[in-house]
């Protein structure tokens, strides 16, 4: 029972690796696909919107990691999912540029929380780290390698904004899920180091 909840934890950070990925890139598809053209302006203008973003992405993840260690692991992972999921849909609604920069400036407010706190739970507790690290690098590698593909079927589907409204519900849900998950159970088994709240 206790290997049947680590190796699902260790799916839920697998996941959570992907999705940190294909949210900071969505916004690159969608520019190109859809938004040059419903608002008139050329891939270059659109760009440097997401610049917030990708800055958040990188300077964040130093508080995010401070407030895990003094805080809860789980709690920001599950923080991440459904913060990052909300921002998401958040900006599905976006009706001009300075909106969808906002919105892609908290997408990656959430998104910096799981490099600095995910990576360190796959390894937490683990004497043999390099195979969690590779097949957890691999998820977040097809994160990137698939953000294209997919946000450009949704686009095709559904319209750029279902576009980051569909994976946005989506990983809310997995929020949800995850904070069921860690309600439910030994949770000493998979956060030694941690006091529970």
């Given at each position: 029972?206790?290997?049947?909840?680590?190796?699902?934890?260790?799916?839920?950070?697998?996941?959570?690796?992907?999705?940190?990925?294909?949210?900071?890139?969505?916004?690159?598809?969608?520019?190109?696909?859809?938004?040059?053209?419903?608002?008139?302006?050329?891939?270059?203008?659109?760009?440097?919107?997401?610049?917030?973003?990708?800055?958040?992405?990188?300077?964040?993840?130093?508080?995010?990691?401070?407030?895990?260690?003094?805080?809860?692991?789980?709690?920001?992972?599950?923080?991440f999912f459904?913060?990052?999921?909300?921002?998401?849909?958040?900006?599905?609604?976006?009706?001009?540029?300075?909106?969808?920069?906002?919105?892609?400036?908290?997408?990656?407010?959430?998104?910096?929380?799981?490099?600095?706190?995910?990576?360190?739970?796959?390894?937490?507790?683990?004497?043999?780290?390099?195979?969690?690290?590779?097949?957890?690098?691999?998820?977040?590698?097809?994160?990137?390698?698939?953000?294209?593909?997919?946000?450009?079927?949704?686009?095709?589907?559904?319209?750029?904004?279902?576009?980051?409204?569909?994976?946005?519900?989506i990983s809310?849900?997995?929020?949800?899920?995850?904070?069921?998950?860690?309600?439910?159970?030994?949770?000493?088994?998979?956060?030694?180091?941690?006091?529970?709240?």
């Amino acid at each position: 029972m206790k290997m049947k909840r680590q190796n699902l934890h260790f799916g839920f950070l697998n996941v959570g690796h992907l999705l940190d990925h294909l949210f900071m890139l969505i916004f690159a598809t969608v520019a190109a696909l859809a938004l040059a053209t419903d608002w008139h302006m050329s891939y270059a203008n659109l760009i440097p919107y997401a610049m917030p973003g990708f800055v958040a992405f990188g300077i964040c993840a130093i508080p995010a990691g401070w407030i895990a260690d003094k805080w809860h692991r789980h709690g920001m992972i599950c923080i991440f999912f459904i913060g990052i999921g909300i921002a998401s849909t958040a900006t599905s609604f976006a009706n001009s540029p300075l909106q969808i920069g906002c919105g892609l400036f908290v997408i990656g407010l959430f998104g910096a929380i799981y490099h600095p706190v995910g990576i360190a739970m796959v390894v937490q507790g683990r004497v043999k780290t390099g195979m969690p690290l590779a097949l957890n690098g691999v998820f977040g590698n097809i994160g990137v390698a698939a953000a294209a593909l997919i946000t450009g079927i949704i686009i095709d589907t559904f319209g750029w904004r279902a576009a980051f409204l569909v994976p946005g519900v989506i990983s809310v849900a997995i929020g949800f899920s995850y904070v069921i998950f860690t309600r439910v159970g030994d949770l000493e088994s998979l956060y030694p180091n941690e006091i529970s709240s």
